[in-house]
């Protein structure tokens, strides 16, 4: 089984940042893709970026791209999300996720929800105007 615990969001202003965290156990953390979702109110759980095990492939979605950094360290088992110059559009609780299916950094990374095999329980990130 595997476990995947976000934190780091919270209330900032436009313009400001959040790194969000997503520590993983339970699974050998290195052979997977990992992604961010996020889900507003009334809306469905969308894609943000994702990366691959070895960091080398990266993807975003086109509305955080150049604010949002996704990066990874699996000698910590954790993935994070570097997010800068936040916009009250940006609020949503926001979900880690893992692809152990994934098969290395030949293809893209995954993108859709129905390609993650785990979540976590999501952190809410508010961004006041």
């Known amino acids: 089984q595997v476990q995947l615990v976000e934190s780091g969001g919270g209330l900032v202003q436009a313009g400001g940042s959040l790194r969000l965290s997503c520590a993983a156990s339970?699974?050998?953390?290195?052979?997977?893709?990992m992604g961010w979702f996020r889900q507003a109110p009334g809306k469905e759980r969308d894609f943000v970026a994702a990366i691959s095990w070895s960091g080398g492939r990266t993807d975003y979605t086109d509305s955080v791209k150049g604010r949002f950094t996704i990066s990874r360290d699996n000698a910590k088992n954790t993935v994070y999300l570097q997010m800068n110059s936040l916009k009250p559009e940006d609020t949503a609780v926001y979900y880690c996720?893992?692809?152990?299916?994934?098969?290395?950094?030949?293809?893209?990374?995954?993108?859709?929800?129905?390609?993650?095999?785990?979540w976590g329980q999501g952190t809410q990130v508010t961004v006041s105007s």
């Open positions: 996720a893992a692809d152990f299916d994934y098969r290395g950094a030949a293809y893209p990374v995954p993108s859709r929800r129905s390609q993650y095999d785990y």
């Open positions: 339970g699974r050998t953390f290195s052979s997977n893709a």
